[in-house]
Nanobody, 120 residues
Framework: QVRLVESGGGLVQPGGSLRLSCAAS????????MGWYRQAPGKQRELVAS???????NYADSGKGRFTISRDNAKNTVYLQMNSLKPEDTAVYYC??????????????WGQGTQVTVSS
């Protein structure tokens, strides 16, 4: 079985920072792309940022210049450093990864989500 477990969400004031972490565990052969999505109340889930196994990154316009995605392949972990947070960044943030498990083909996996609230 493969699991993605997120941590690092919480309540922060506008202009503050948070660092999200997501660790993949289980019978994993390889991890391709890893990324972060978010879903605000009443809105569709949207991509925040993604990173390839080779370190190529992609950001949604909303986070460019404020968010940084990184990964530690040795730890099967992806991070999202969020700076200069705004109230509109409030959402549940989900980790996503394309993983090849020991028993099968590449599959998309999702974490359970972590709440980020930006409010004064």
């Amino acid at each position: 079985q493969v699991r993605l477990v997120e941590s690092g969400g919480g309540l922060v004031q506008p202009g503050g920072s948070l660092r999200l972490s997501c660790a993949a565990s289980g019978n994993i052969l390889s991890i391709y792309r890893m990324g972060w999505y978010r879903q605000a109340p009443g809105k569709q889930r949207e991509l925040v940022a993604s990173i390839s196994s080779g370190g190529n990154t992609n950001y949604a316009d909303s986070g460019k210049g404020r968010f940084t995605i990184s990964r530690d392949n040795a730890k099967n972990t992806v991070y999202l450093q969020m700076n200069s947070l705004k109230p509109e960044d409030t959402a549940v943030y989900y980790c996503n990864a394309e993983i090849i498990p020991s028993w099968g083909r590449a599959t998309d996996y999702w974490g359970q989500g972590t709440q980020v609230t930006v409010s004064s």
